[in-house]
Every structure is written in C-alpha cells, then in structure tokens.
C-alpha cells in the first residue's frame, strides 16, 4: 500500500483548526468551499457533492477529540478508481498558536499514489488558506 503524508503550518489557533476538521458536515463551508459543493451525513457516511454535481462517499472512521485525529474511507472506486482508500487528518501544537496539519493518505494500487500527492497537495493548499482566512473565535 502507498502512503501519501502531507503537512503545512496553518496561520490560527489549533482548537480552531480541529474544530473545522472534526465537524465532519460542514467540509463544504469550513474546508474546501469551491471544490466541495455540498455535504450530508447518513449514519457514518458522509457524501460530497462536487461542484459538477459528482458524489463522493466517505465513511467517517473516527473522530478522536483527545487526540485531534479524524480518519476517513473513501467508499466505491472514484475518480483515481482507487481499490483501497484510508485517510486522516492530524492536528498539532505548534509555536505561535499556530496548527501542525497533517494529512496521511494510504492507497491501493500503489501507483494511484502520485497523482493521490498531487490532489492531497493542492486540497491541503486550499485547507490552509480556508482557515487562515476566517476570524478567530
């Protein structure tokens, strides 16, 4: 299995940057508002709506407040028709009141992983600037 580990130092306090990790609902205005339309949740799933109307399904694994750790799996082959898809994000401490943000991505078959970097990198990218721009609480 590949394993794709992406981090970046978010500008904001990591009880901030948690929370709009852990609210699992919200991915669509907390997260990534342009690349990601819509979310819902059913039970553990959560599906994305795409802005080209294209759903993704996820199952929500775990959401470890202790820890600041929310895993995820990508459910049906997708875009990158993917057989094996585990994610999860991490966040830290880190000087400044400033997150750690990690985002660790294991995939089968082994070479889906560049282009899962490539996604991971620009979707983290994007993570950061969402939440350096919003107002601290």
Known sequence: MASVRVETIVAAE????WAAIADVGAVHRR???????DARIE?????L????GT???E??????HDGRRMAYSVQGPGRLTLAHH????EVFDHDGGRARLVWTTDVLPHDRAAAVRARVER???EIRSTLESQPAA
């Open 43 to 47: 039970g553990d799933v959560r599906i």
């Open 59 to 64: 199952l929500i694994v775990a959401v470890d």
């Open 31 to 37: 997260l990534l508002p342009g690349r990601v339309r």
């Open 123 to 125: 979707g983290l990218e």
């Open 14 to 17: 990591p009880a901030a940057v």
């Open 49 to 52: 709506t795409m802005p080209d």
């Open 55 to 57: 759903e993704v399904r």
């Open 86 to 89: 585990h994610a999860a994000f």
